[in-house]
């Protein structure tokens, strides 16, 4: 019996797009796991986000746009 790969729906919060390229290419790299990714660029789109739909896991950059340091794991 072959199982199917686990799929994790991440949320990646980050403005910085060279960042976000790189993490979408290490996760399509994995075989014994399945991601669907949702990329926000603002805390205000992740609160969006967050109120519409379930993630497993939040990759989150704290320094955005509209939020910095802490305040942004806070919000």
């Known amino acids: 019996m072959v199982s199917s790969p686990v799929c994790f729906k991440i949320l990646l ?3 910085n797009l060279p960042d976000v390229v790189i993490l979408k290419k290490q996760f399509q790299k994995l075989q ?3 991601v669907k990714l949702t990329h926000v660029s603002s805390c205000r ?3 969006f986000a ?3 739909s379930y993630f497993d ?3 989150l950059d704290l320094s ?3 939020s910095h340091n802490l305040d ?3 919000t």
Do not use: F, G, M, Y
């Open 13 to 15: 919060v980050e403005d």
């Open 32 to 34: 014994t796991l399945t």
């Open 45 to 47: 789109d992740a609160i």
């Open 50 to 52: 967050l109120q519409n």
């Open 57 to 59: 896991v939040i990759l």
């Open 64 to 66: 955005l746009p509209d």
């Open 72 to 74: 942004t794991v806070k």
